[in-house]
């Protein structure tokens, strides 16, 4: 995420975690939601060996790949100047970067013992990955528009105050829902989402949301709310008839190419892939994923993302506190063009479109976040354009 909407998301994220000591103080294993927000205290060394084995940690299901494979041809190799990118991963515990310009490889750097066939855990990159099935479905005609009400495809939100939330404002996190974000308050939203008991088989998300009572009218007020994109992940299951591993291997990893299977975690009282992270694929897969978005969401020639969709999530729909920069369907974007998936602990699949450049990175940074880490990957952003606006890579399309 960028600064200033960071601070208040990421901050609060830990602070949810702080308000599980009381609960796993109790006679009883901690959940898996517990044991996943504990993640976030990990020491360094636990998060580099354990970030790249999630999917073996978790309960987790796999997107297979097919036998086709999108080639990643090797480009002119791109310098970024004397020890630049050793000193960009050393200190931030960077595990791979991989930099495409037309399609071709033109940088690729693996650190930590991680290498090309292992996976790293995304955290929130899987946000913008689970937007993106949802803008196929709607494409798919799974979903039928983005005026459609959440009640229309989860019925137990229909005597809630998400039953006439629409899927854009899900989407723009304009739901109107009340949500609490004072981190400092074990007692908030977020803080006690995941810790209840499962109720009738429901995701822990959606019994939770189901209860929060409307604050304004739907549309009119930005508020970020970490729970809707486990709801998002949730109606697109629900509209597809299928887990989100399973349509994502059905439309984007077996069909575009992807290389290895990656994995999603699944929630422990239903079963459903966790639309809001979880998500691990190989550096590789992650820089064809950023591909895919930069063809125009086109396999083949043909478009597999609604136009509707990729209109609206590539441009700023709403607002943040960073000049320049906004919001799209759960993508980040900035005035240039550019945007990005965005995820903590330094995961990143970046797109500028102006320059056929893509961007994947994965780590462990030594914290969630901090203005001196979002910091040093905005330089390292801007030294990749630099380097390859003075060594340009001919387009052979």
């Known amino acids: 995420m960028y600064p200033g909407i960071r601070s208040r998301l990421l901050v609060a994220v830990l602070c949810l975690a702080v308000a599980l000591p009381s609960t796993a103080r109790e006679p009883h294993a901690p959940t898996i939601g517990q044991q996943r927000e504990a993640v976030l205290f990990w020491p360094q060394a636990q998060r580099e060996a354990q970030f790249r084995r999630?999917?073996?940690?978790?309960?987790?299901?796999?997107?297979?790949?097919?036998?086709?494979?999108?080639?990643?041809?090797?480009?002119?190799?791109?310098?970024?100047?004397?020890?630049?990118?050793?000193?960009?991963?050393?200190?931030?515990h960077i595990a791979g970067v991989m930099v495409l310009q037309?399609?071709?490889v033109r940088l690729q750097r693996y650190a930590l013992g991680f290498g090309p066939a292992q996976r790293w855990e995304s955290f929130s990159v899987?946000?913008?990955?689970?937007?993106?099935?949802?803008?196929?479905?709607?494409?798919?005609?799974?979903?039928?528009?983005?005026?459609?009400?959440?009640g229309t495809y989860i019925p137990e939100l229909r005597d809630s105050a998400y039953a006439d939330v629409t899927v854009q404002q899900l989407l723009t996190m304009t739901s109107g829902v009340h949500w609490n974000e004072d981190y400092a308050d074990a007692k908030s939203d977020v803080a006690q989402m995941y810790l209840g008991a499962c109720v009738d088989g429901q995701a822990h998300v959606l019994s939770y949301?189901?209860?929060?009572?409307?604050?304004w009218p739907a549309g009119t007020h930005w508020n970020y709310n970490t729970a809707e994109t486990d709801l998002l992940g949730i109606l697109v299951q629900r509209a597809t008839h299928r887990s989100l591993v399973a349509y994502l291997s059905q439309t984007i990893w077996k069909p575009y190419g992807m290389a290895s299977d990656a994995y999603w975690i699944k929630d422990e009282c239903d079963g459903s892939d966790t639309g809001g992270s979880g998500l691990s694929a190989t550096l590789g897969d992650y820089a064809r994923l950023g591909q895919f978005m930069l063809d125009g969401g086109r396999i083949a020639g043909r478009p597999v993302v609604a136009r509707a969709w990729l209109d609206g999530a590539l441009r700023r729909q709403e607002n943040v506190d960073e000049p320049g920069r906004g919001y799209g369907y759960l993508w980040w974007t900035d005035s240039d063009g550019s945007y990005a998936a965005i995820g903590i602990f330094g995961q990143l699949v970046y797109v500028d479109p102006?320059?056929?450049?893509?961007?994947?990175?994965?780590?462990?940074?030594?914290?969630?976040?901090?203005d001196a880490l979002m910091a040093a990957r905005r330089e390292f952003v801007a030294a990749?354009?630099?380097?390859?606006?003075?060594?340009?890579?001919?387009?052979?399309?």
């Open 54 to 92: 999630m999917y073996r940690r978790f309960p987790s299901d796999r997107a297979a790949h097919g036998t086709h494979v999108h080639a990643l041809p090797p480009g002119r190799p791109l310098t970024l100047g004397e020890g630049v990118l050793a000193r960009y991963m050393g200190p931030r």
């Open 102 to 104: 037309h399609g071709r």
């Open 126 to 150: 899987a946000k913008s990955v689970t937007s993106t099935l949802l803008g196929i479905a709607l494409q798919r005609g799974d979903i039928h528009g983005m005026d459609d009400t959440l």
């Open 209 to 215: 949301l189901a209860k929060q009572p409307r604050q």
């Open 354 to 370: 102006s320059r056929q450049l893509v961007i994947a990175q994965v780590g462990a940074w030594p914290h969630a976040t901090s």
């Open 384 to 397: 990749v354009k630099h380097a390859v606006d003075a060594q340009p890579e001919k387009s052979t399309r």
